[in-house]
């Protein structure tokens, strides 16, 4: 399994998708990895093919807006972090799993970043016209801005 790091805006190539908003005492980013499920290897042979939608290839994403805040606590203490999530994505894109794979270091913080990962709307990988389900790092990212 690769690991991504979404911190740095060269990995923008590798992000599905980044919404920004505004949290209780600062901001919060959120970004959907790859699909690490997807194979790397090329294929070597030429495949001539007819797709029959508008847009055959379309990297999962996240669909509209992201309801996120940052606990109260935590902004009085003045505590911010990031959380990381594998998620996984059926084909419809809803989430099968989450499961926290860096926590923040702050329970509160988890706790937030948990649901914002739960209310999220989703759109699935498009690949050759067929939605398909896919395995992605999620990363939930509070900091004070």
Known sequence: ?????????TMCALT????TGNALA??????????????????????????TCANP??????????????????????WY??????VDLNSQGGIGNAIVT???????????AARTVRTARYTPEISNCVATAGRYFLQVAFTND
Request: proline share 6%.
């Open 16 to 19: 599905m998708s980044a919404l």
């Open 102 to 112: 860096e926590p923040s270091g702050n329970v509160w913080l988890d706790q937030a």
């Open 57 to 78: 290839n379309v990297p999962a994403g996240i669909d509209g807006s992201i309801y996120s805040e940052t606990p109260t606590i935590a902004a009085d203490m003045n």
């Open 1 to 9: 399994m690769k690991r991504f790091t979404f911190a740095s805006v």
């Open 26 to 51: 600062g901001t919060f980013t959120m970004q959907l990895g790859p699909n690490i499920l997807a194979a790397a290897s090329p294929t070597l042979r030429t495949i001539t093919t007819t797709h």
């Open 81 to 86: 972090g990031s959380t990381v999530f594998l």
